[in-house]
């Protein structure tokens, strides 16, 4: 069955950084479009940002434009979030999800990242 699985989490310190890691199983993993939400307390899920299958083409919700980068590697069946310059703000859990057809389809359980003041 399909799969995801976050890693990387953690408590940091704002200016700091954190990479966050998606392993992908069950399905062709090179054939999607993956993607990053984030979900903080008391507030909806919120797109992060998502990754084409190839790498080509790459898109950020604007508040986290220059300081996160979205990557993946297609042998490893792999995703990744690059988070510099953390801010209190981006406290959430961090999810990975696999886009369908229409919409995403899937999501992984989670990875809580803290960001202290």
């Known amino acids: 069955q399909v799969q995801l699985v976050e890693s990387g989490g953690g408590l940091v310190q704002a200016g700091g950084s954190l990479r966050l890691s998606c392993a992908a199983s069950g399905y062709t993993f090179s054939r999607y479009t993956m993607g990053w939400f984030r979900q903080a307390p008391g507030k909806e899920r919120e797109f992060v940002g998502a990754i084409n299958w190839s790498g080509s083409s790459i898109d950020y919700v604007d508040s986290v434009k220059g300081r996160f980068t979205i990557s993946r590697n297609n042998v490893k069946n792999a995703l990744y979030l690059q988070m510099n310059s953390l801010k209190p703000e981006d406290t959430a859990v961090y999810y990975c999800?696999?886009?369908?057809?229409?919409?995403?389809?899937?999501y992984g359980q989670g990875t809580q990242v803290t960001v202290s003041s």
């Open positions: 999800a696999r886009r369908g057809p229409i919409t995403y389809d899937t």
